[in-house]
């Protein structure tokens, strides 16, 4: 059965930092393509950063520049670094795992494994 359990959200100012670790189990990361997708309640959901398995990676352009998506494989586990965060940032923070697709560049996670989120709140 796969896991996949988020945790590192919280409440900071503008121009904090945090980093949302996201620790999968039943599956090896190292074989999947992964990201993080954000979503407030009534809205639609975002694809914030994508990483496919040979490391390369895209941002949605909202976060291009200030958050970084990495993996640490031997600890099976999901990084999202957020960094200058804006009160738009604000929001539940999901990772996913499934396939990916990558195109003209940009890869395309068709997420299969959800977690249960993680809320992030940016005051100003």
């Known amino acids: 059965q796969v896991h996949l359990v988020e945790s590192g959200g919280g409440s900071v100012q503008a121009g904090g930092s945090l980093r949302l670790s996201c620790v999968v189990s039943g599956l090896p990361l190292s074989s999947y393509c992964a990201g993080w997708i954000r979503q407030n309640p009534g809205e639609g959901r975002e694809g914030v950063a994508s990483t496919d398995v040979d490391g390369d990676t895209t941002f949605s352009d909202s976060v291009k520049g200030r958050f970084t998506i990495f993996r640490d494989n031997a600890k099976n586990t999901l990084y999202l670094q957020m960094n200058n965060l804006k009160p738009e940032d604000t929001s539940i923070y999901y990772c996913?795992?499934?396939?990916?697709?990558?195109?003209?560049?940009?890869?395309?996670?068709?997420?299969?494994?959800w977690g249960q989120g993680t809320q992030v709140a940016v005051s100003a």
């Open positions: 996913a795992t499934g396939n990916c697709t990558v195109l003209n560049g940009i890869v395309h996670l068709t997420p299969r494994y």
